[in-house]
């Protein structure tokens, strides 16, 4: 049973910073590439970026590239998410999600049950 | 990139079939075999019904089936059941390492 648990999420204020994490367990986590998806409230998903098993490849979204960064440590089965300049359009839960594969070419399967983030001042 | 299209609400009574179409382009849903489906419940966390256009996960009811034709995806729900009322979301690999989802279309059992 694959199990992500989303924590970090909270209140802060336009402009600011704030750190994702997920922990998971349950599979071989260094085996499979991990997405991060949001979702704002009352609206549909959105794809917000990739890491590639390895972390030697990782890919973003364009409303969130040069903003966010995304990373995982290996040894702590953990896969992370660096927002920073925040704005009002970035409020939304945040989902962790496992690949079906190592690379990007392959299925957001399995979710955990997300952590909601407001940017309001 | 825009988001895939599917229709926001789609209904049907106990026992009928619902499909819900997605449509892209060549460059997503067209050029790729990477369409999956998701249904997600009010409060809850997308829940993967269909992955590479007509792969089922375990444990995921047969009732549930995908196809593509060119660049529009279909997810047909037969045999419709009160716990099938939800939101549908339709995804597909987008090239130059992107993704995109669909806008979700709102399933309603009548």
């Known amino acids: 049973q694959v199990y992500l648990v989303e924590s970090g999420g909270g209140v802060v204020q336009p402009g600011g910073s704030l750190r994702l994490s997920c922990a998971a367990s349950?599979?071989?986590?260094?085996?499979?590439?991990m997405h991060w998806v949001r979702q704002a409230p009352g609206k549909g998903l959105e794809w917000v970026a990739f890491?590639?098993?390895?972390?030697?490849?990782?890919n973003y979204a364009d409303s969130v590239r040069g903003r966010f960064t995304i990373s995982r440590d290996n040894s702590k089965n953990t896969l992370y998410v660096q927002m920073n300049s925040l704005r009002d359009e970035d409020t939304a839960v945040y989902y962790c999600?496992?690949?079906?594969?190592?690379?990007?070419?392959?299925?957001?399967?399995?979710w955990g049950q997300g952590t909601l983030v407001t940017v309001s001042s | 990139q825009s988001a895939l299209t599917q229709p926001p609400s789609a209904s049907g009574s106990p026992g009928q079939s619902v499909t819900i179409s997605c449509t892209g382009t060549?460059?997503?849903?067209?050029?790729?075999?990477?369409v999956s489906w998701y249904q997600q419940h009010p409060g809850k966390a997308p829940k993967l019904m269909i992955y590479?256009?007509?792969k089922r996960p375990s444990g995921v009811p047969d009732r549930f089936s995908g196809s593509k034709s060119g660049n529009t995806a279909s997810l047909t729900v037969s045999g419709l059941q009160a716990e099938d009322e939800a939101d549908y979301y339709c995804?597909?690999?987008?090239?130059?390492?992107?993704?995109?989802f669909g806008t979700g279309t709102k399933v309603t059992v009548l």
């Open positions: 999600a496992k690949s079906s594969g190592a690379d990007i070419l392959s299925t957001i399967f399995d």
């Open positions: 349950g599979f071989t986590f260094n085996s499979y590439g």
């Open positions: 890491i590639r098993y390895d972390a030697s490849n990782k």
């Open positions: 060549s460059s997503d849903v067209g050029g790729y075999n990477y």
């Open positions: 590479e256009v007509t």
């Open positions: 995804s597909s690999y987008a090239g130059i390492n992107n993704y995109l």
